[in-house]
T-cell receptor
Framework: GENVEQHPSTLSVQEGDSAVIKCTYSDSASNYFPWYKQELGKRPQLIID?????GEKKDQRIAVTLNKTAKHFSLHITETQPEDSAVYFCAAGGNRDDKIIFGKGTRLHILP | DTAVSQTPKYLVTQMGNDKSIKCEQN?????MYWYKQDSKKFLKIMFS???????INETVPNRFSPKSPDKAHLNLHINSLELGDSAVYFC????????????FGNGTRLTVT
């Protein structure tokens, strides 16, 4: 079945700097790659997703890139703000197993 | 109105007891899920139902039994609770296809003592 690896597990960046989180997946049949943000004590919420027919997608300060050949995808947050502090999860789905598998999460700290 | 609502929010119980968690979605979605999030924040799928039919059943102990009376509801019953069952359980729903966004409920924090 699908396996999703996510790095780093913890990331601290200065406010205003950029943050990058990277994920790899194992099942070449996966074609849907969402990213979720989970604030402390709250539910995971979708922040951006990308499908395998595009290589990059951007939404204001957030962008995701996908390299299907290498089976990796990344989340980029620019001009980080204190409210960006949270746990971020990548995920992969649309594969033959018919389920969405999550990475282990990255705890992002934005330093003042 | 909360799109995916689950009850209770907190559940504290003793080992060996049986408990249920309820979930309802008002989004008109066809597919509902149960995910378990442990103390390390790992999100692991447990079950998935599409239009009341079980489509995913991960390697979960058979003490866990999901029930979907209709496509808007997916409940989780747990028998003979163990300490290792302590976690946050999230219900979620999606439009149907696996390339659809998941909408999560607010979670149920289960503590087994």
């Amino acid at each position: 079945g699908e396996n999703v690896e996510q790095h780093p597990s913890t990331l601290s960046v200065q406010e205003g700097d950029s943050a990058v989180i990277k994920c790899t997946y194992s099942d070449s049949a996966s074609n849907y790659f969402p990213w979720y943000k989970q604030e402390l004590g709250k539910r995971p919420q979708l922040i951006i997703d990308i499908r395998s027919n595009v290589g990059e997608k951007k939404d204001q300060r957030i962008a995701v890139t996908l390299n299907k050949t290498a089976k990796h995808f990344s989340l980029h947050i620019t001009e980080t703000q204190p409210e960006d502090s949270a746990v971020y999860f990548c995920a992969a789905g649309g594969n033959r197993d018919d389920k969405i598998i999550f990475g282990k999460g990255t705890r992002l700290h934005i330093l003042p | 109105d909360t799109a995916v609502s689950q009850t209770p929010k907190y559940l504290v119980t003793q080992m060996g007891n049986d408990k249920s968690i309820k979930c309802e979605q008002n989004l008109g979605h066809d597919t509902m899920y149960w995910y378990k999030q442990d103390s390390k924040k790992f999100l692991k799928i447990m079950f998935s139902y599409n239009n009341k039919e079980l489509i995913i059943n991960e390697t979960v102990p058979n003490r866990f039994s999901p029930k979907s009376p209709d496509k808007a509801h997916l409940n989780l019953h747990i028998n003979s609770l163990e300490l290792g069952d302590s976690a946050v359980y999230f219900c979620a729903s999606s439009q149907g296809a696996v390339s659809s966004p998941l909408h999560f409920g607010n979670g149920t924090r289960l503590t087994v003592t």
